[in-house]
């Protein structure tokens, strides 16, 4: 599903060139749920808006999918997410003016799909939120609009979700109720890429990859039960 070869970016500060990433190998099957682990500054969220197509590689090959994306246009890159990415950000990136069952349709309406709403609602239920589809983000806690993020993100069933910092604005027992819901979808069949600084966080994932000084430090696989149509433990 993944598969990073010599990754590498720099940035430009001052005139000084800032290496954010250095030879990146990684492969991602499909399936996998991994956490990105790592400090401030080692490179976790360069590398994640490297996979969900946000951002370039300076150096190197991005396949997604078996297509090598390191190259793309702006437009074949949004192309690219609209087909097979769905984003979960901390923040929830909610429209405050529209309902739950509006901000979950939004993917649908820029593609200009049918039935929105029926989606939406079924989108919502698979969030355990369907019964509250009419209301507003500021009638909603803290993890009811992150539910309707991840019901977002899922709506277009795209085979790959990346979660940045998804629990990072939420209490202890309602972010594990989400990483709950992330645990589900995993053992449904799909494919989460998850950026955290917590351990215990992480440790929702089956496997946890751990960024210092934009080099991969480490790479620790987790016992987890089978997923559905697996045939035994990932």
Not at 182 to 204: K, P
Request: glycine fraction near 10%; include cysteine.
């Amino acid at each position: 599903m993944i598969r990073l070869v010599g990754i590498e970016k720099d940035y430009v500060m001052g005139g000084e060139v800032v290496p954010a990433l250095r030879e990146v190998n990684l492969h991602i099957p499909k399936g996998s749920f991994v956490a990105i682990m790592g400090p401030s500054g080692s490179g976790k969220s360069t590398l994640m808006n490297i996979l969900g197509c946000l951002d370039r590689p300076t150096r190197g090959q991005y396949f997604l999918d078996g297509e090598d994306v390191s190259d793309l246009s702006d437009d074949e890159l949004a192309g690219i997410r609209n087909r097979k990415i769905g984003f979960v950000f901390q923040s929830f990136n909610l429209l405050h003016h529209s309902t739950a069952a509006e901000n979950v349709a939004l993917p649908l309406v820029y593609a200009g799909a049918e039935n929105q709403h029926a989606r939406a609602l079924e989108a919502l239920r698979k969030v355990q939120l369907d019964h509250r589809a009419d209301h507003r983000p500021s009638e909603l806690s803290g993890g009811q609009r992150q539910r309707v993020a991840i019901a977002r993100a899922i709506i277009t069933d795209p085979p790959i979700l990346f979660a940045d910092e998804p629990t990072g604005n939420l209490d202890s027992k309602t972010s594990d109720e989400i990483l709950g819901i992330f645990e589900g979808l995993y053992r449904s069949g799909s494919t989460i890429v998850m950026v955290t600084h917590e351990r215990d966080v992480a440790e929702h994932a089956a496997r946890i990859i751990t960024f210092r000084d934009g080099r991969l430090l480490s790479d620790e696989t987790l016992e987890k039960p089978a997923r559905a149509g697996s045939g035994g433990a990932p």
